[in-house]
């Protein structure tokens, strides 16, 4: 099992900064991916952000140029730094984690999801 605690997100008038943080702690598994979620109201969850263990990272379009991913390993802790924040921005994020769990004999062969508990960021005019 892995447990995922976010932490940043709050009010920030638009065209401000803001970052979020998130560290995955657990026994026995493997991460293959962190990543960044949100769902605005009236909508459905999309994705922000997310990155693999080798650094590959992947941003929807809507945050291109003004989100930056990053992840360290060894500390199992996701960034991300939000800047020229929109109102369009206003939404719960969720921390998203994808990783293989461990057993004595080896990796299991599928990967789990795992989601943190959602930090608000409300985006002012």
């Known amino acids: 099992q892995v447990q995922l605690v976010e932490s940043g997100g709050g009010l920030v008038q638009a065209g401000g900064s803001l970052g979020l943080s998130c560290v995955a702690s657990?026994?026995?598994?493997?991460?293959?991916?962190m990543g960044w979620y949100r769902r605005a109201p009236g909508k459905q969850r999309e994705l922000v952000a997310s990155?693999?263990?080798?650094?590959?990272?992947t941003y929807s379009d809507s945050v291109k140029g003004r989100f930056t991913i990053s992840l360290d390993n060894a500390k199992k802790t996701v960034l991300l730094q939000m800047t020229g924040l929109k109102p369009e921005d206003t939404a719960v994020y969720y921390c998203?984690?994808?990783?293989?769990?461990?057993?004595?004999?080896?990796?299991?062969?599928?990967?789990?999801?795992?989601w943190g508990q959602g930090t608000q960021v409300t985006i002012s005019t």
């Open positions: 657990g026994t026995m598994f493997s991460l293959n991916a």
């Open positions: 990155i693999t263990t080798s650094n590959g990272a």
């Open positions: 998203h984690a994808e990783a293989f769990t461990l057993t004595p004999v080896g990796r299991l062969p599928a990967p789990d999801n795992y």
